[in-house]
Each structure stands twice: as structure tokens, then as C-alpha cells.
């Protein structure tokens, strides 16, 4: 194993990214501010490259292979944002990639990662076993496996995100973060430890699946069936060995909110912020909102993950 990444890993990549990421709006709303008494400051990442935060550790994984590894490319397994984020980061780094995409993934996903290039090769993610297809075939055809989150790159680069709200927000008192495998979370817990050590770093995970609370709470990484639930980022089973260890570390606590949470926050964000944010992306919001935490007179940052969620999908959520 690696060594675990550190926030200087994180400078590192905001260095790579420079000039191919999007530095993403920090956006406020007075009509959430009013309701909960705070002042929550939204990094947007809906609006970064291919719809998701994901490209920031993607390209920043991509531009440390060397050059045999550029020559045989990547592949990658994902329920559907990683996937985009390694193809496009691919076709930007002229390599060739592969992706193990599940049957059930949203249609706009697989159709997005086919546009930027990549090859999509499609499994059942209730009967196999994603991490043994990928591993066999990367050792088939030489190409290097990028997993969607336990990587110390891929960690170091969603760290990003919250480095550029910190800079541009200030203090903050509390941080909510979406939580699938925890690479969004754990970059972000290490950016808050260097930059804010006060500041309170939350995890929010579907109830369905609370594999990393239970996680947290236990000391030990819970593995569970993969979850029902209309976050279809978070769909994860367990944490990896490097985003546990820096969560465990690093971040405060965890909290759940269920599916109709998140909805109610799909609605907010596209009635009062104008903006489309997938369910999974509405995990951040939905936890401040939900968590029982007494948040008057604080400032508040919420990183929203992503955007990517079919209109048709979309429509009859909010419906
Ligand atoms: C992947 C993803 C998450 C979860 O990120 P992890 O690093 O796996 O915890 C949250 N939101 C969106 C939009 C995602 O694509």
C-alpha cells in the first residue's frame, strides 16, 4: 500500500488541475439561511467538469501515470460519475480507458462516458463482484486501475474542492460532505485539519446505506449488501483502507438522512437556487438540514457533489 495522502498531496493536485478543473461558484441562499438561522456557503460542484467533483481526482490520478502507463491506459469501475470523470480525464491525457459500468446505471452515464471515448463494458452489480471483473481484466490488457475512491491520487485531488471553499468562504464552523467510499470526505477532512482545525467535518450517507457510520462508530470498516436507495452515488458497500483511516481520524461524525430528504432538497436547490443537483448530490444539504445539529449563528459550508441526473429521472422525483 502507498503511503496514506497528506494535505500537501492535496496543494500537489490543486497544482495539476490548475487550468483544466473548474474553479467551481461558492453560491449562497437567504432563504436557507433564514430557515436555518446559519450562513451555509454551497460549493458547487454540479458545475464542474463532466457534472461532478470526480474529475478533480481523476485528472489528478491521470497525470501521474508514466509513460507506459499513458501508452496502455486506464480502466475503472463506477456506477457512473468516476467513470465519466476517468474518460474524459482520459481523452484530455490522450490515453485509451475502459470502464466496468453496472446494467442498472443511469442511461445519461453510460451514454456520457461512451461520448468522451471510452470503451463501457456493462456487469450485473447485484450478482458480481465489480472489484475481481476489474482486476482481471487490468492484468489482462496491462492497463491501470483507477478504483473510484481508495486511492491516495484520487483522495488528494476531491481534497480540492474544499481547499477552494475554504479560500473563498473563510472560517467555516462546520463542513457537510456527501459520503459514498469516503474520497470526497477524507480529502476534504484533511484539507479542514490543515487549513481549519476547528472547523466540524460531517460525512452524509443514505440511511439504506450506512455502512460508514456504522464504520465510525465500530472502529472497523461494516461491509454491506449494496443499498436501495435513490443516491446512486452513494451505492457503496464499504469504505476503502485509506479513506477509513483518515475518516476515523479526521472527521467528526457521520449522520443519515433517507431518501425523502433528499428529495425535499432537490426541490430547494432547483425552486430557490436554480440549479439541478442529483440525489446524491443533495446528501450534503439534506444532513444540515436533517441532523439535529443546532446550527444558528454558524457558518456553515456544503459541498454539493453533482448534477448528473437524467431530466426524465429528475422530473418525476420532484414531481
Ligand atoms: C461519487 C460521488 C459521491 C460520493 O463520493 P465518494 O468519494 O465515493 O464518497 C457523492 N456525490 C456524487 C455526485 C458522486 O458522484
Redesign the pocket.
Known sequence: MDSSPTYQDVVAAAARLLGHAHRTPVLRSSTIDGRLGAQLHFKCENFQRMG?F?FRGAFNALSRFTPAQRRAGVLAFSS???AQAIALSARLLEMPAAILMPLDAPVSKVEATRGYGAEVIQFDRYTQDREALAAGLAQERGMTLIP??DHPDVIAG?GTAARELFEEAGELDALFV????????SGSALVARALAPRCKVYGVEPEAGNDGQQSFRTGRIVDIPTPKTIAD??Q?QHLGRYTFEIIRRDVDDIFTVTDAQLVEAMKFFAERMKMVV?P??CLSLAGACHAGLDLKGRRVGVIV??GNVDLQRFASLVA
Open positions: 461532478a470526480k457512473g460519475n468516476h473510484p475512491f476531491q456527501c459520503l459514498g467510499g469516503g474520497g470526497l470526505l452515488g452513494a457503496t442529483e446524491t448530490g457533489s453533482g
